[in-house]
């Protein structure tokens, strides 16, 4: 029995290093995908300078949709896991969740919420596809890597996306096969928001893929946080035992 948790514990350990890899990968795509032009490639099959609006699928389902509500789903699980960490201060039973809420909190604030929406999309200032004159808006195209006026655009990263690539912080909480699950569930669900976002003339491709890789790379970073000082060293009859006041 206990070597059967032996095995569990390394192999969840090794789940924040591989997405470093993860992010490795968005980051080989992003090259990949600007050596051959995909962002205006890709961005020009859902723009219609003729169309009404011109980007002629942003207010159809389902995209207006996921826009629209696309982001609730993990803003809901942060708050959620923020009244369950403040709820265990007071209820013993609870504390063994403290820690797994407290790392899916700082994952979506950090993430979407700070990284994302709070400093590097005002600060680089990368003008969206219906803001750049290449799609006939008023703002020169600049591609990732060429940084903009400070608030002349949000384009990169995608926040929509980062709300849902943020969500593989979760596979070090969960046992065994379901990692693969919620692994590949985050991943589809970010690549969906992102999607959206380039079909609305949002986002061009280089800014979802950026937001996977940052997201993966502040996921492992967390994760290692976590498997130090709680995730895999503390069993869950230990955190019986421990006084809420100071778990």
Partial sequence: MRESKERTVVAAGRWWQGLWGIGCVFLALLLVSTGVGLDLRLSSV?????????????????WIWLYKYGEVPTWGLAVVAALVWLGSLRWRPWVRYRAACALIVLAVTL????????????LWGRPRPQQADVFGGARVYRHWWQAGSIGGGRSLPSGHASMGYI????????????????????????????ATRIIQGGHF???????GALMCFLAALLQAQ????????????ALDTMDPRTA
């Fill in 205 to 211: 491709l280089s800014d979802v893929l950026w937001s």
């Fill in 226 to 237: 976590y498997r130090a000082s709680w995730g895999y060293l503390r069993p869950p009859e």
């Fill in 111 to 122: 993430g979407p919420g700070v990284l994302v929406n709070g400093v590097i999309k005002p």
């Fill in 46 to 62: 859902f723009y219609d300078p003729d169309a009404s609006p011109k980007w002629f699928l942003k207010t159809t389902v389902p």
């Fill in 167 to 194: 969500l593989v912080v979760g596979t070090c909480l969960v046992p065994g096969r379901w990692r693969v699950v919620l692994l590949s569930g985050a991943l589809v669900y970010g690549s969906l928001l992102g």
